[in-house]
């Protein structure tokens, strides 16, 4: 019996099909990867989360390496660090890993070091007062903890940068040079296919992270860069997490889907299903999105689809495009027109189903305050109980 993925075990999936989503107008990238998942052993459910280990790019890899002196090509043996044991599938079956596996595969150069990592430093300088100075940082003093808060934390310095600020911090053994690395964490990003449509292959769409540190570093995300890099044909490891954002089990219940920029990945997977089901024969509910992005013409995310689906009957359509005038129109805005909130407020009494995905501290937050609005002026509920109304939505699960 073929195991199932998961993070110590993962499939190498092979890396069938990846674009750019965004328009060569648009000064950022934002890409779509499909993952071939044939006798993998993975399954999923529309709304399911990916969970990829990704690796750090061979130039930091190698500044690294310079820095503290490491040979790539030392074998290292994993069964004397616990923590790189937990990394063996994707270290290698073996006790042993090279150095070069380690600093790319385990380890997470683009983070900040912590301040027990600070202290440990500390013991390899030899000039007093740089290893004073570490140790301040380290120490539990309140001006301590502050600066090491602005310092290291806010302007995002990682462990590179404290070594390159420190240069008298020399000879670490390779061995405590592995306990000092912060360690690589997979990243999870929302499944945007539907495993009715696509049962042997998951599609994940993500913005690429880049952009300079208050310290003055270019950052490029660790995942979102190592993803831009694969190929079609690259193998990349991968596994499957369940998610609590599920369409109804009744099809013929309305979905209300709201989402801005990057949250618009599980929503693609919600309607790809929901159109396969219609086409299929299945009697499906409507389906509305709200959708928000800044230019049509440069990250408007699966337009095709989406306008595709519009016009065939199987999806409503509502955008809110935020630079395209002199003045913000964000999703909330689009929701407060009269005809919006009147179709929002029927389909809600319809047994209607409410999915927001997006920013945490300004789209949701901003839709839950316009759905309270509707509420209030579509059902006339005062404003204590369009709280409570939505509270119950949520509770039931209906409101995700």
Known sequence: MKLVPDVRNPFFSRISMSRDLHTSHSPRSFIHVRFNTVDSGITYTTGDYLGILPQNSYHDVKAIAKRLKLNLNQDIDISLHPVLSTHSGILGKSCAASMGAVLSKFADLSVSPSRSVLRSLAKFATDPAERDHLLWLASNHELARADYSHWVVAERRNLLQILQAYPSVQNIPADEAVELLPTMQNRFYSICSSSFVQPDSIDVACGVVSGMTPS??????????????????????????????????????PILMFSAGTGVAPFRAFVQERVALAKAG??????????????????????????????????????????????????????????????????????????????????????????KTIAQKQGGLSAEASVDYLSSLQAKNIYQ
């Open 216 to 253: 003055g570093r270019l950052h490029r995300g660790v995942c979102t860069s190592f993803l831009e890099e694969h190929q079609e044909g690259d193998e990349v490891p991968i596994f499957c997490k369940q998610s609590l954002f599920r369409l109804p089990v009744d099809k013929t219940r």
């Open 282 to 371: 299945e009697k499906v509910g409507p389906n509305v999105l709200f959708f928000g992005c800044c230019d049509r013409h440069q990250d408007f995310l699966f337009e095709k689809e989406f306008s595709d689906s519009s016009r065939a009957g199987h999806l409503i359509l509502r955008t809110a495009f935020s630079h395209e005038q002199a003045y913000r129109i964000y999703v909330q805005h689009v929701m407060l027109r009269d005809e919006n909130s009147e179709m929002i407020w029927r389909y809600l009494q319809e047994g209607g189903y409410i999915y927001v995905c997006g920013n945490a501290k300004t789209l949701a937050p901003a839709v839950h305050d316009a759905l």
